[in-house]
């Protein structure tokens, strides 16, 4: 394959008008607006970057924002297959402007009935949905009660394999992952992406005020850790909703294999960011073999943690494979079970 050893990646902070209604007809309208939005957000990129923007990013939630209280049947009514409509428009912009475009959406898919996920896309230049990464961590919160692939870990391997867990793809813009706005809490995710090979980690949020500060810290962590980039988009003000305007920071931060911010909002609002990616120097520095110079894949001792997780008896897989989740609170009680475990095996202690 040939790469671009160097272009520019873009963290696209959108307004987003929230769907409120669980009427599909006014979500598509709802959406086709955000979509529109978006469109002329990377035509702006695209010309102010004289085409070097290749990579553009949205926050989750981008094309509908989330909205409380919703059920699970009303969260069907509105989830969405991939491909749809909005993917296919935005086909169009990504063969516009021959550019990669990552973004989000409420999923249904028809081998998971009564289930939806929290799912990421990434569309290539040639109009085709190149990666779906689904949402492994923070499902079944108060806003948007989701189900990840380890609720179905048996059946959905089976349907879709083993890389669909954590799925990467080559391209000329490098190996690109995905993940999703609390995914970033737990270090395996990104680890795993990069065990797959990734080069660019591309990040979905939606964080609120409450989280920013420490979630900077780890953003800059998951790229130094990893020898990766990391390409975080936030959202922007959501309009229509109970939330305030800019209920998020707005901090959309792109950090360096070398854990550099090159990249930064610096504040909520509708906001784009740019920054360099390079691919050489990445790759020199996950060739190195000099002592404290993180290189993953040469210093990680993944069969020696390997056993101490199988050894944890943590959040068990499967948990819904054979009744769909109805209501966050069924998650709670696995949670219980779960947190009654550590306490019995003296793992933890209570207060």
Excluded at 199 to 212: G, K, N, P, W
Excluded at 340 to 350: M, S, V
Aim: contains cysteine; neutral net charge.
């Amino acid at each position: 394959m040939d790469y671009l050893n160097s272009y520019q990646a873009a963290c696209i902070q959108t307004t987003t008008q929230v769907v409120v209604s669980n009427n599909p007809k006014d979500q598509d309208r709802v959406i086709a607006g955000n979509v529109k939005r978006l469109q002329e957000l990377i035509e702006w990129t695209y010309y102010q970057s004289d085409g070097r923007a290749k990579l553009m990013v949205t926050g989750e939630h981008a094309l509908m924002g989330t909205y409380r209280p919703r059920t699970i049947d009303e969260w069907l009514g509105l989830a969405l297959p991939i491909p749809n409509q909005f993917t296919d428009e935005l086909a169009g912009t990504a063969k516009q402007f021959k550019c990669y475009i990552a973004t989000h959406f409420m999923e249904k898919d028809p081998n998971f009935d009564g289930m939806l996920f929290d799912t990421a896309v990434i569309i290539n230049p040639e109009g085709e949905i190149a990666l779906r990464y689904r949402k492994h961590n923070g499902p079944n919160n108060l806003n948007v009660q989701y189900m990840a692939p380890g609720d179905v870990y048996d059946k959905y391997v089976k349907l879709y394999g083993q890389e669909s867990l954590f799925p990467v793809i080559d391209t000329p813009l490098g190996k690109l992952g995905c993940f999703i706005c609390y995914d970033l809490n737990f270090p395996e995710v990104a680890r795993c992406l990069t065990l797959n090979g990734a080069e660019v980690l591309i990040h979905l949020t939606a964080s609120t005020v409450t989280l920013s500060q420490h979630w900077e810290e780890l953003k800059v962590a998951r790229a130094w850790e990893n020898a990766a980039y990391l390409v975080s988009a936030e959202v922007g003000p959501w309009t229509d909703s109970r939330w305030p305007l800019q209920f998020s920071q707005g901090s959309s931060t792109i950090v360096s294999y070398t854990g550099d911010v090159i990249g930064s909002s610096n504040g909520p609002g509708e906001r784009v960011v740019t920054a360099e990616i390079n691919l050489a120097p990445l790759r020199k520095r996950r060739e190195s073999l000099i002592p404290h110079q993180v290189n993953p894949f040469f210093q990680l001792r993944a069969s020696l943690y390997a056993e101490e997780y199988r050894r944890a008896k943590a959040w068990p897989l499967n948990s819904f494979t054979e009744t769909p989740m109805r209501d966050r609170m069924e998650a709670n009680e696995i949670a219980k079970n779960v947190m009654a475990g550590w306490y019995n095996r003296g793992t933890l202690k209570r207060p």
